[in-house]
């Protein structure tokens, strides 16, 4: 039954949609009438849809980009801190004093390699040949300190060698940038390693800093990357292969300076194996005054 209503009225409507057009083709009055009507009823809804002030939607469209742009503040801000998390928690910063900080700057050496320029500096504790890492790895070295701010040889930069061991039997290695004679054969960004010792790389061995006195320039164990490809050998007394660092420079922003710390004390010594250990050393003893000329013995 309710079908039926249905179709009555849509075929009521129909004709008279018909009817209104016909009349409209044919110069009657009819429409012109209900066009008023409608006119009279529906303006005042258009009037109020579309007549805002100019200002006001001026007004509107400001706060929606004022809106937008403190939502991508809040993004970038989250991703930031989630970066640094992950750099507190991360494990090159492990067992280290250190400053986090932020790329300002990045620049393009001329002669090859990449510059950075952090947001910190000796009044943060910054000194040169302070190591910089990433909750990766390695990324860099101090170079130049100011005040608020300090400039960072990124690693790979031309003319920088830094000592490293290679895989589980950490062979003692060097890692720098790609010579001209074989910088066509390896990717971009990538390091070239040699071999001090005799030995054999192996894909996929990790590649870590060998360590500085005092932890300067670079900490020991940080990682620096992993062996991608071997080079032939050619008769050299070492191997040579190709190191992917494990950070990307082009997105590098959050970092974190280790500050270095010099050792006050010695280390104390191991006996060797099947040695007892030396007996604990007894305070001395300012020995007793002796007795004057002419006392009684």
């Given amino acids: ?147 608020w701010t300090c400039d960072v040889q990124v690693l790979g930069s031309t003319g920088s060698v830094i000592g490293v061991r290679v895989g589980p039997a950490g062979t003692l290695a060097t890692v720098s940038s790609p010579s001209s004679t074989d910088r066509e054969s390896r990717p971009r960004g990538s390091l070239t390693l040699s071999f001090v010792q005799p030995g054999t790389p192996v894909v996929g061995d990790t590649v870590t800093t060998l360590g500085s006195i005092d932890d300067r320039p670079y900490a020991a164990g940080i990682v620096v990357g992993t062996v991608t490809a071997v080079d032939p050998d050619r008769g050299q007394l070492t191997r040579t292969a190709t190191v992917r660092p494990v950070f990307d420079p082009d997105a590098i922003d959050v970092v974190a300076v280790l500050v270095p710390q010099a050792r006050r004390a010695a280390r104390p010594e191991v006996p060797a194996a099947g040695t007892p250990s030396a007996p604990a050393v007894a305070p001395a003893v300012a020995p007793a005054a002796a007795p004057a000329k002419g006392a009684a013995s």
């Fill in 1 to 147: 039954m309710e079908q039926t209503h249905q179709r009555r009225l849509l075929a009521a409507l129909v004709i008279a949609t018909l009817a209104l057009l016909g009349a409209d083709l044919a110069g009657s009055g009819v429409a012109g009438a209900v066009r008023d009507a409608g006119g009279a009823v529906l303006g005042p809804v258009q009037r109020a849809l579309s007549g805002a002030p100019r200002d006001e939607i001026a007004a509107l469209e400001a706060q929606n980009v004022l809106l937008r742009a403190t939502v991508a503040d809040q993004q970038r801000r989250l991703a930031e801190q989630g970066r640094l998390a992950e750099l507190v928690g991360g494990e090159p910063a492990a067992g280290h004093r250190f400053v986090a900080a932020r790329v300002v700057a990045s620049d393009l050496s001329p002669i090859g390699g990449r510059s950075l320029t952090l947001d910190v500096g000796t009044r943060d504790g910054v000194t040169t040949d302070s190591t910089v890492v990433t909750a990766e790895g390695l990324a860099g070295r101090v170079v130049a300190v100011s005040p």
